[in-house]
Each structure stands twice: as C-alpha cells, then as structure tokens.
C-alpha cells in the first residue's frame, strides 16, 4: 500500500531527517526544536484537522525494542512480523533489518503510515502498511508481533492487553516494550532493559528506563 502524497508531503515537509542516539542506525523524519511540529499546539492541530503528531516522535518504547531487534535478530530473523500501532516505524524498520522474512506496519493514522513509507525508504527496507485496526484479529501468517508502548491509556491497554494474550495462547511471540506506563498489565516476562535518552517535551525526565517484555 501506497499512502497519499500529501500525507507523506506534510511528513517531508514538517520534520527532519534524523537518528536517536540509542538507535543510531535506523534514520527517522522527526519533529525537532527546528521543526513547526515541536511547537505545534492542540489548538492548532485542531485548526488544521490533524491528529496528534505520534508519529514524530521516537518514543522510549519503540527505541528501545528497535535496539532489542537489532541486538537479537534471531528472535525475527526469517519470520513474518506484525508491528502493531507502529507510530514512525522504528521498530518494523529494526525487525526488516535484523532479518524478518516480512514486516506488516499497522498504524490507523494516515500521517502516520506517510511517515513509516518515508521512513522505510530512507532505512532502505521493504515494509506492507496495515491502515485498519488489527485488535482483535489473528492472520495466521504473523509469526512475531511486536508493540512499543501501547499501555498509557486505560481503554487502549485493556483492548489491547487481551488481544495480545490471546495471541500469545495461540502461540505467537509477541515483545512488547514500556516505560512505566500505569496501564501496563502484570505476569509479563521482562528480556531486556535499556536507559532511553528522552526529552522533557515528551516525557516527565530526561531518561526513561524501558523494559522489554514477552507475554
């Protein structure tokens, strides 16, 4: 799937082609002090009809399961991938480069899945984009399903957090990646931990410390 231009334009157009300094490898159209998005208020995104700009940021979850994928590419290499709420696409464009037979990016913001195609090229790897909500669903062909700090918002998390169990019974290896989040449920197994350099525009420290997690 091909997104629209003018969402993928709006991305070019408003970020800066950047790396994280946890996830140096993998190049990302940001948000930056420079940039009118790291400025933008509600207010003005809603005069503009434009959701909020997740997509612009690299969240502490989705950077420290990129740099999981990318230190243990066994736990992808050769497999189908779905990269559930995939926000800029870090962690698909990290299952794409430790070796995934497929990645699927599932994201249902536009703006988004424009920033995951500009993202994917400049990564140079192939990703399919999943515009619908996939909660819920089962494709048999997801061998690994990966999400990075999906558990902020109580409704989303419950949603969520049965969805990912059930696919977990089915046998399915799902890693997911949080922050602290409150909604975070428990019996999760933690794989990893990793220090996140942050900002205090996005979170409340400039460190966020992330644990990986498989259900």
Not at 32 to 54: C, G, K, M, R, Y
Not at 105 to 132: K, M, R, Y
Not at 145 to 171: F, H, N, Q, S
Request: charged residues 15%; glycine residues 6%; hydrophobic residues 50%.
């Amino acid at each position: 799937m091909t997104v629209a231009v003018s969402n993928a334009a709006f991305v070019r157009e408003h970020t800066v082609l950047s790396h994280t300094a946890l996830v140096p490898e993998i190049a990302l159209h940001l948000a930056t002090e420079v940039t009118p998005l790291w400025q933008a208020t509600q207010d003005f995104l809603e005069h503009n009809s434009l959701p909020p700009p997740f997509w612009a940021f690299a969240w502490p979850g989705g950077q420290a399961l990129a740099r999981y994928l990318l230190d243990q590419p066994e736990m992808v290499a050769g497999r189908c991938v779905l990269s559930f709420a995939a926000g800029s696409g870090i962690e698909a464009i990290a299952a794409a480069k430790a070796g995934a037979s497929a990645v699927v990016a599932n994201e249902i913001d536009s703006f988004a899945l424009g920033a995951i195609e500009l993202n994917a090229a400049a990564n140079q790897v192939a990703l399919t984009l999943a515009p619908d909500d996939l909660i819920g669903s089962h494709d048999p062909r997801w061998q690994v399903v990966i999400a990075g700090d999906v558990c902020y918002e109580k409704p989303m998390a419950e949603r969520v957090t049965a969805w990912l169990r059930a696919l977990a019974a089915a046998g399915v290896t799902v890693l997911s990646a949080d922050p602290g989040r409150t909604y975070l449920p428990p019996g999760l197994t933690e794989v990893a931990r990793y220090d996140v350099p942050t900002s205090l525009e996005l979170e409340d420290r400039t460190l966020r410390t992330t644990a990986i997690y498989r259900w």
